[in-house]
């Protein structure tokens, strides 16, 4: 066995007359400019020894290869580009097998399509999820995976951009064998010596229902959102079954690289960056985190249910508490229909659910929380319960135990203070449902100690979490912005804006729904009672819309009482002309003469809102980089991802909306 280096990243060993190719670019062999010259490298070097009678590529490490290297997108190409890479693998004289031992994403899956087999290891998996970047692939994913597994399943995987597993992989036809012996490659190299090589491009699309065509480029497109590549990727892989592989490859690569030059791509390359630094904070570094698997969960109403169910799907053993025997075993019973619902959805296996269940106790009795590594209270928002729970736990839990508290509103390093050890409190603010909703805001009070803060982090990641580390202030991130961004669209709708105006503005803009059908989905009372709580303190300077007021003390709470901003009596939202008379009314009481508002100048007050409000949580210190406020607003509060966040459009594109 000799070994030769191709490249920084690439290099190959000969054994028993195959050249193994290993890409080794850690942390995930992103497809660098110096990979692709390694890869060419040692396909010539293959091709100039007689004694090679093929060439396997695989991976180093836990990753097959993940992608083309997204730090490169934006910056001047240089050669040779993963095209002709691909196009190298694909015309190789000799046979060229992938052995997939981990993901293959993107160009990764590009470049084991373009081998001449490919066998997946027990850990591989396969995805094009270039349309969460904005792009389409462009290196002929979109027409040679239609070749290798039909078009439907074609759309459906790249158009999703989801990810798939060895055996859903082997299924489809995508790869011809699972084994995580290195000798199946080889021996499938040997067996292809006689015959010619089957060349995925060359490969007939095969022929497709197309009412089942039609209905996998309905499901994908239903999901865009107004967004531009995954209708692109869609027409594209249509196009395979049209045109020959050379006019679909270069409509492909013109596609991709003017999308990849997009507003849209760049959002989403800014979220997929944004994402991998949140919760980094420098000053956590080389900090270890404490270890956590019991965690008590004070309360199981909604919010403490879905804690407790992402807790126990993280593998945790949970320890719930509640008041009475009584509800003790209704929070047992909550939580065990949560689990349900995700084994029926199809989310959960029964198995899973069980092992789940069998690591639940919900007592009545809080000194069941002394074994717990952390507890996470979801009691009433209310300062004075929270306290007095905190100070009573402080004398059941252990020294080293850490105490979380979910308020939304109030302020914790007053919870904290309460305590005999206020440095091991933090927040850990989940968004309802909890077990499905992906942000959780990781509060770093005045006296949290900096390796409690990394455990509640790593315990948000643990969950599967996105963690956003914010500090002290009323309302955090989220809510903060969120209250000025109300406030904004109560001050047109003051002006002359309908709500029914506002909330279609939001909706063309990406948002899933408007604000004003967001307030009466979560209720409007609890902002009222805020509001109330509020009035001895407000500046009386500072102006206030008595609208949600009106309409709170009519008793239009909201969807639950069917009837809020709009009406629901009939099932449906509809726009109630008492509302549109209240509005009235309450304009005139001012003196307003309503006047016209445009779609552009709705949405545009409302995104500078939200930035203003932001710049200021940033000059207070409250959160760390505009990315971690762009990504508490796309997760926890509809905010249309491919738009970027309202930081980053505030950036990239001024006042446009
Ligand atoms: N290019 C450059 N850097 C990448 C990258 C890529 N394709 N994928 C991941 N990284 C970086 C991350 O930014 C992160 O960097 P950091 O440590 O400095 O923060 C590091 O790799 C580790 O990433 P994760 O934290 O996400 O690691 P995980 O182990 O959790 O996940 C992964 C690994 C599943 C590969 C995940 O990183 C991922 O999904 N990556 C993106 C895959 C992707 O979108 N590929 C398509 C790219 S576009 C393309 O291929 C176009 C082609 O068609 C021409």
């Given at each position: 066995?000799?070994?030769?280096?191709?490249?920084?990243?690439?290099?190959?060993?000969?054994?028993?007359?195959?050249?193994?190719?290993?890409?080794?670019?850690?942390?995930?062999?992103?497809?660098?400019?110096?990979?692709?010259?390694?890869?060419?490298?040692?396909?010539?070097?293959?091709?100039?020894?007689?004694?090679?009678?093929?060439?396997?590529?695989?991976?180093?490490?836990?990753?097959?290869?993940?992608?083309?290297?997204?730090?490169?997108?934006?910056?001047?190409?240089?050669?040779?580009?993963?095209?002709?890479?691909?196009?190298?693998?694909?015309?190789?004289?000799?046979?060229?097998?992938?052995?997939?031992?981990?993901?293959?994403?993107?160009?990764?899956?590009?470049?084991?399509?373009?081998?001449?087999?490919?066998?997946?290891?027990?850990?591989?998996?396969?995805?094009?999820?270039?349309?969460?970047?904005?792009?389409?692939?462009?290196?002929?994913?979109?027409?040679?995976?239609?070749?290798?597994?039909?078009?439907?399943?074609?759309?459906?995987?790249?158009?999703?951009?989801?990810?798939?597993?060895?055996?859903?992989?082997?299924?489809?036809?995508?790869?011809?064998?699972?084994?995580?012996?290195?000798?199946?490659?080889?021996?499938?190299?040997?067996?292809?010596?006689?015959?010619?090589?089957?060349?995925?491009?060359?490969?007939?699309?095969?022929?497709?229902?197309?009412?089942?065509?039609?209905?996998?480029?309905?499901?994908?497109?239903?999901?865009?959102?107004?967004?531009?590549?995954?209708?692109?990727?869609?027409?594209?892989?249509?196009?395979?079954?049209?045109?020959?592989?050379?006019?679909?490859?270069?409509?492909?690569?013109?596609?991709?690289?003017?999308?990849?030059?997009?507003?849209?791509?760049?959002?989403?390359?800014?979220?997929?960056?944004?994402?991998?630094?949140?919760?980094?904070?420098?000053?956590?570094?080389?900090?270890?985190?404490?270890?956590?698997?019991?965690?008590?969960?004070?309360?199981?109403?909604?919010?403490?249910?879905?804690?407790?169910?992402?807790?126990?799907?993280?593998?945790?053993?949970?320890?719930?508490?509640?008041?009475?025997?009584?509800?003790?075993?209704?929070?047992?019973?909550?939580?065990?229909?949560?689990?349900?619902?995700?084994?029926?959805?199809?989310?959960?296996?029964?198995?899973?659910?069980?092992?789940?269940?069998?690591?639940?106790?919900?007592?009545?009795?809080?000194?069941?929380?002394?074994?717990?590594?952390?507890?996470?209270?979801?009691?009433?928002?209310?300062?004075?319960?929270?306290?007095?729970?905190?100070?009573?736990?402080?004398?059941?839990?252990?020294?080293?135990?850490?105490?979380?508290?979910?308020?939304?509103?109030?302020?914790?390093?007053?919870?904290?203070?309460?305590?005999?050890?206020?440095?091991?409190?933090?927040?850990?603010?989940?968004?309802?449902?909890?077990?499905?909703?992906?942000?959780?805001?990781?509060?770093?009070?005045?006296?949290?100690?900096?390796?409690?803060?990394?455990?509640?982090?790593?315990?948000?990641?643990?969950?599967?979490?996105?963690?956003?580390?914010?500090?002290?202030?009323?309302?955090?991130?989220?809510?903060?912005?969120?209250?000025?961004?109300?406030?904004?669209?109560?001050?047109?709708?003051?002006?002359?804006?309908?709500?029914?105006?506002?909330?279609?503005?939001?909706?063309?803009?990406?948002?899933?729904?408007?604000?004003?059908?967001?307030?009466?989905?979560?209720?409007?009372?609890?902002a009222w009672a805020r509001r109330k709580r509020q009035a001895a303190t407000r500046d009386p300077g500072a102006r206030y819309v008595e609208i949600a007021d009106r309409l709170c003390e009519a008793g239009r709470f909201g969807r639950k009482t069917g009837k809020g901003w709009y009406d629901y009596s009939t099932g449906d939202k509809v726009v109630d002309p008492e509302v549109t008379a209240l509005i009235a009314a309450?304009?005139?009481?001012?003196?307003?003469?309503?006047?016209?508002?445009?779609?552009?100048?709705?949405?545009?007050?409302?995104?500078?809102?939200?930035?203003?409000?932001?710049?200021?949580?940033?000059?207070?210190?409250?959160?760390?980089?505009?990315?971690?406020?762009?990504?508490?607003?796309?997760?926890?509060?509809?905010?249309?991802?491919?738009?970027?966040?309202?930081?980053?459009?505030?950036?990239?594109?001024?006042?446009?909306?």
């Amino acid at each position: 066995m000799s070994a030769t280096r191709f490249s920084e990243s690439v290099t190959g060993s000969i054994k028993d007359s195959v050249l193994v190719v290993t890409i080794d670019n850690p942390p995930v062999n992103a497809i660098s400019a110096d990979v692709r010259q390694g890869l060419i490298a040692a396909l010539d070097h293959a091709a100039a020894h007689g004694m090679v009678a093929g060439v396997v590529i695989t991976g180093a490490g836990r990753t097959f290869v993940g992608g083309a290297d997204i730090k490169e997108f934006g910056k001047p190409p240089v050669g040779p580009t993963l095209p002709e890479v691909i196009d190298r693998i694909e015309s190789f004289s000799k046979p060229v097998i992938a052995a997939i031992n981990g993901a293959a994403l993107g160009g990764g899956c590009e470049i084991a399509l373009a081998c001449h087999g490919r066998i997946a290891g027990e850990k591989a998996a396969f995805g094009m999820p270039e349309v969460k970047l904005g792009i389409v692939p462009g290196a002929g994913g979109t027409q040679r995976l239609p070749r290798l597994i039909g078009p439907v399943a074609a759309i459906d995987l790249i158009g999703s951009g989801r990810t798939i597993r060895a055996e859903e992989a082997l299924a489809l036809g995508l790869v011809d064998g699972v084994s995580e012996d290195p000798a199946t490659a080889a021996a499938l190299i040997r067996a292809m010596a006689a015959a010619p090589l089957r060349r995925t491009g060359m490969i007939a699309v095969p022929v497709a229902d197309p009412l089942a065509v039609e209905a996998a480029a309905k499901k994908v497109l239903a999901k865009a959102r107004g967004q531009a590549a995954p209708a692109e990727a869609v027409r594209l892989v249509r196009l395979a079954g049209d045109v020959d592989l050379k006019s679909g490859l270069a409509d492909e690569r013109a596609t991709f690289i003017r999308l990849r030059d997009s507003q849209e791509a760049a959002a989403l390359r800014h979220v997929f960056f944004a994402e991998r630094s949140a919760g980094k904070a420098d000053k956590l570094e080389g900090i270890a985190p404490r270890k956590i698997e019991t965690v008590g969960i004070v309360g199981t109403g909604l919010m403490g249910t879905g804690i407790a169910v992402a807790t126990l799907i993280a593998g945790c053993r949970v320890i719930g508490v509640e008041q009475t025997a009584d509800a003790a075993v209704k929070g047992r019973e909550r939580i065990a229909a949560t689990l349900d619902k995700s084994v029926q959805s199809g989310r959960l296996s029964a198995a899973v659910r069980d092992a789940c269940l069998a690591r639940l106790e919900v007592a009545a009795d809080a000194n069941a929380l002394a074994a717990a590594d952390l507890v996470i209270e979801a009691v009433f928002d209310d300062l004075t319960v929270k306290t007095e729970l905190f100070q009573r736990l402080d004398g059941i839990v252990r020294p080293d135990a850490i105490l979380a508290t979910n308020t939304s509103y109030l302020d914790p390093d007053l919870i904290a203070a309460a305590t005999a050890r206020p440095d091991r409190v933090v927040g850990l603010h989940f968004f309802s449902p909890a077990n499905i909703m992906r942000l959780v805001e990781v509060v770093d009070c005045k006296a949290t100690a900096r390796d409690v803060l990394a455990s509640a982090l790593a315990f948000a990641k643990r969950l599967g979490k996105l963690a956003v580390v914010c500090g002290v202030t009323e309302g955090f991130i989220g809510n903060r912005i969120y209250s000025a961004y109300r406030s904004e669209a109560e001050y047109m709708v003051e002006d002359g804006a309908q709500p029914e105006q506002v909330d279609a503005a939001l909706e063309a803009y990406g948002f899933p729904m408007g604000i004003f059908t967001v307030n009466d989905m979560a209720g409007l009372e609890i902002a009222w009672a805020r509001r109330k709580r509020q009035a001895a303190t407000r500046d009386p300077g500072a102006r206030y819309v008595e609208i949600a007021d009106r309409l709170c003390e009519a008793g239009r709470f909201g969807r639950k009482t069917g009837k809020g901003w709009y009406d629901y009596s009939t099932g449906d939202k509809v726009v109630d002309p008492e509302v549109t008379a209240l509005i009235a009314a309450a304009r005139a009481a001012r003196g307003i003469a309503p006047r016209n508002f445009s779609r552009e100048e709705i949405v545009g007050r409302l995104l500078k809102a939200m930035a203003d409000e932001g710049k200021a949580l940033l000059a207070e210190g409250i959160a760390a980089s505009a990315g971690d406020i762009d990504l508490v607003m796309i997760n926890g509060y509809g905010f249309p991802a491919h738009k970027g966040g309202p930081m980053f459009v505030a950036e990239t594109v001024g006042k446009a909306a």
